[in-house]
């Protein structure tokens, strides 16, 4: 088990760009996928992102395609989620999450483990 803790939230213009990153606790983190969700008001959790636990290969949701990118640094324990040319429609609270070690990566969150408390992304138009 890792605890992670999420950062970089917060309220941005349309168009504009933000770095969530999420940290995590633990010896274990290097052998672990990670996956980012986001949950907006009155709707389900849904995939974002996903990176294997060597970083080699991610996965995007369609509606992210291109304008997000996920990455990992596995000497600071840390997973990112860059994310460019914002919409309102990316408002939502953002979640890390962690697979348990050495296997794939997944869309579904619940194939995931762990989870941090969630970071608040607000974008105005």
């Known amino acids: 088990q890792v605890q992670l803790v999420e950062s970089g939230g917060g309220l941005v213009q349309a168009g504009g760009s933000l770095r969530l990153s999420c940290t995590a606790s633990g010896r274990t983190f290097s052998s672990k996928p990670m996956g980012w969700f986001r949950q907006a008001p009155g709707k389900e959790r849904e995939f974002v992102a996903a990176i294997s636990w060597s970083g080699g290969r991610t996965n995007y949701a369609d509606s992210v395609k291109g304008r997000f990118t996920i990455s990992r640094d596995n000497a600071k324990n840390t997973v990112y989620l860059q994310m460019n040319s914002l919409k309102p429609e990316d408002t939502a609270v953002y979640y890390c999450?962690?697979?348990?070690?050495?296997?794939?990566?997944?869309?579904?969150?619940?194939?995931?483990?762990?989870w941090g408390q969630g970071t608040q992304v607000t974008v105005s138009s």
């Open positions: 999450a962690a697979r348990r070690s050495f296997s794939g990566m997944a869309t579904n969150m619940y194939e995931y483990d762990d």
